[in-house]
């Protein structure tokens, strides 16, 4: 016998070893174990030492003697699993390992122990074991039906329920080839056929399988088919399974994917904007017409998101709280008129509505968005309105134009009467002769008139005018240049401000009217104390190009004469020339422009016009 080598050099660090260890000579008596050995076995007094291994634990198997005599020949195998008792009362499996045990000249003294708690393990599997109990109770429960094939015999076994579905007698008697057969052929057959043979050949379960079958009366059903391989001694000696009728959930399915799929047509070929928002206002749904708003083409790239990361902030803000409002109050909102801007500066007139989604319990889990896009039609309503104003004001000038018309032509009628009725009595020839250069004279007055009126007409009735860019500083040098008689003989001076290359759009000729008419009146109706300067000046601003034309003469009373400033035949000085006509005209053409014109004037100090040439036209 060999014998032990001393251990007590080495006892301290075998004491200190992380897992419980015991070391066992060849008469399988234990020498030294580890603390962790003893905490767990030192209550029932199985860790003393030179005592057998067998005689601590009796409950071992015998043939782990012949496992240790093969561990003391140099052939280490498992010893297997064993239960026991800690010190504290606890139920503990520990599976036990060995190797050999060898002295200085490596001669094999013993056998070393150790043990892997696998307690966790143990419980676990119990607990699944427990588990498929339940739901063995919980299948009778739900009657869902179970089927078993014994390969050995070649015999099938349905229960009760699995022949109800398959709505066959209770003393039907199934076989493997006639059960194959109640598949509908297709899909679900060779599904079937091919889970049972990997089963039976690989030993591969199956669950979840959705399939048809034709039962005996001919009835289409979907069921639910699940299988897993019996094993004897490492072979497929069976089959069981599972076996449920899910026709009508398969039924209602179908529908309601159906009905999702119509609802989702019908919302994404609504001619609107449709979303659906949960309660922290992130999109949870949106349709192609709000896809295509926010300029994206799939709306994964929008859903999850709130709308502070889709519309500048104060926008986002503003319709968090509306949102929050629906949902709290449950009251909706509906048909108004929002204009919406999308952070790369898009901005969209809409017709909106929110209304609360709610579920069983009456509470708001968030809320249904509906936007009619309206820029269209805004812009349609903004030109409406444009014509009738437009209509509205040339009714007006109409309505001028024909009193104008009425009542001068009334006076040069009256005049001619009454100067011809003076002509027939008159018998002084050099009476006649004066009252015929009357009639001259008014024949000529009344020519003049019918000009007037005919330019106006024209520039109302005109739709073909063509608008031109016109370099503005060089027309101002051309009127000057054309009207410097006029300025010397008046002592006027013009001041030209207006950048060189300065252009704006207007129609050539009434660019040159409406230049000789503000110029020549601002030098008329000069200041008699001081000469007459007119400054031009421009610049563009807000689609349009600004002429500015002020003077220092005598100005206007414009609390007085502001609404007839622009009348036909309005004159507000007593100066020999004024007519009231060029006023009246140069107004005539900036509107046929789409233009404007703006006055600022003070009597005694001079008048400022500004006139604005439309940059769209």
Not at 325 to 351: A, D, H, R, Y
Not at 549 to 576: C, P, Q, S, V
Request: aromatic residues 8%; hydrophobic residues 35%.
């Amino acid at each position: 016998m060999i014998t032990v080598p001393q251990v007590s050099n080495t006892s301290y660090l075998i004491r200190q070893l992380p897992t419980p260890t015991a070391f066992v000579d060849t008469n399988y008596n234990i020498v030294q174990t580890s603390d962790k050995w003893t905490s767990i076995f030192n209550e029932n007094d199985e860790c003393i030492n030179s005592r057998s291994l067998f005689a601590v634990f009796p409950n071992l198997s015998e043939k782990w003697k012949m496992v240790l005599d093969n561990c003391f020949k140099g052939n280490p195998q498992p010893m297997g699993i064993h239960k026991t008792i800690d010190a504290n009362s606890n139920e503990l499996w520990f599976e036990w390992i060995n190797a050999p045990w060898y002295d200085t000249n490596e001669n094999i003294v013993g056998a070393i122990i150790q043990l892997n708690n696998i307690t966790d393990a143990v419980n676990n599997e119990l607990e699944l074991n427990k588990k498929d109990l339940l739901l063995q109770q919980q299948a009778e429960i739900t009657k869902i039906g179970r089927w078993e094939y014994n390969m050995e015999d070649n015999q099938l076994f349905w229960c009760s329920t699995t022949k109800s579905i398959h709505e066959v007698s209770s003393d039907f008697k199934p076989n493997i080839e006639t059960a194959l057969f109640y598949y509908k052929e297709g899909h679900s057959r060779n599904a079937i056929s091919m889970a049972l043979f990997e089963a039976q050949e690989s030993g591969k379960s199956w669950s979840n399988l959705k399939l048809q079958i034709i039962t005996a009366t001919g009835k289409e059903k979907w069921v639910m088919a699940g299988g897993k391989p019996i094993f004897n001694k490492g072979k497929v000696v069976g089959l069981i399974g599972t076996f449920q009728d899910i026709h009508e959930q398969v039924e209602a399915d179908i529908k309601t994917i159906d009905n999702e799929k119509l609802l989702r047509t019908l919302i994404d070929n609504l001619p609107v904007n449709v979303y659906i928002k949960d309660t922290e206002s992130r999109k949870i749904l949106i349709n192609k017409a709000e896809c295509e708003y926010l300029g994206v083409n799939d709306p994964k790239e929008i859903l999850g998101k709130s709308d502070f990361e889709l519309y500048p902030y104060d926008a986002a803000e503003k319709s968090r709280e509306e949102d929050l409002n629906v949902m709290n109050t449950l009251k909706p909102v509906i048909g108004k008129e929002t204009v919406k801007t999308t952070i790369n500066g898009k901005q969209t007139s809409f017709l909106s509505s929110k209304i609360p989604l709610l579920n069983n319990k009456g509470i708001a889990y968030g809320l249904v968005g509906i936007s009619l896009d309206i820029s269209k039609l805004k812009e349609k309503e903004k030109e409406l309105r444009n014509i009738i104003n437009i209509a509205s004001v040339q009714n007006k000038k109409l309505l001028n134009f024909a009193h104008i018309v009425s009542h001068n032509l009334r006076s040069h009628s009256a005049n001619f009467s009454m100067l011809l009725n003076f002509l027939e009595t008159e018998k002084d020839e050099e009476e006649k002769k004066s009252i015929v250069s009357m009639l001259t004279k008014a024949s000529n007055n009344l020519l003049e008139t019918l000009d007037n009126l005919n330019e106006v007409v024209s520039i109302n009735t005109n739709t073909n005018i063509e608008i031109k860019e016109i370099n503005l500083n060089k027309k101002v040098v051309d009127a000057c240049d054309n009207l410097s008689p006029f300025i010397s003989v008046n002592s006027g001076r013009i001041e030209n401000n207006i950048p060189a290359n300065f252009n704006i759009k207007s129609v050539p000729a009434y660019l040159d009217s409406i230049l000789t008419n503000f110029i020549t009146n601002a030098v008329k109706y000069k200041h008699p104390d001081r000469e007459a300067l007119v400054t031009l000046s421009a610049e563009k601003k807000g689609g349009y190009s600004i002429l500015t034309i002020a003077d220092n003469g005598l100005g206007i009373d414009l609390k007085k004469y502001g609404e007839k400033l622009f009348g036909m035949y309005k004159t507000f000085h007593d100066h020999k020339d004024a007519r009231g006509i060029g006023l009246y005209l140069t107004k005539n053409q900036i509107d046929a422009m789409n233009g404007k014109i703006e006055v600022t004037s003070k009597v005694g100090k001079g008048t400022e016009f500004k006139i604005f040439f439309n940059e769209k036209n």
